[in-house]
């Protein structure tokens, strides 16, 4: 939610409304139109998704080169197996959520 509200503040004007994915809507200085598997029911937020999940890619590779023992360049942060026992063995960086369990 956090990056929604930081993507609007800098499209430099206010939207009309906003597409979310999901039920839960972000306070956002517009209205907000939540989608229910937007990315089947809308192209914009299906591209928006495919970006995202790119970017997210690129952004733990480069973690993954800085922190190797989590394997981020292969799960992409998800908590596989390799991933915990990284916990484990070296605890947790500056880089993990602290708001997924087990951090």
């Known amino acids: ?23 839960r809507k ?3 200085p517009c209205p907000v139109i939540p989608v229910i598997k937007g990315d089947q029911a809308s192209y914009s937020i299906a591209a928006a998704s495919i970006i995202a999940k790119v970017m997210r890619d690129r952004i733990m590779a480069k973690l993954d080169e ?3 023992a989590y394997g981020w360049a292969k799960n992409a942060g998800y908590g596989t197996a390799h991933h915990q026992k990284a916990l484990i063995l070296h605890g947790v960086t500056p880089h993990h959520r602290r708001s997924y369990a087990p951090i």
């Open 1 to 23: 939610r956090l990056a929604m509200q930081r993507a609007v503040s800098q499209l430099g004007i206010l939207p009309r409304a906003a597409l979310v994915d999901g039920i």
């Open 26 to 28: 972000p306070d956002l």
């Open 66 to 68: 800085d922190y190797p």
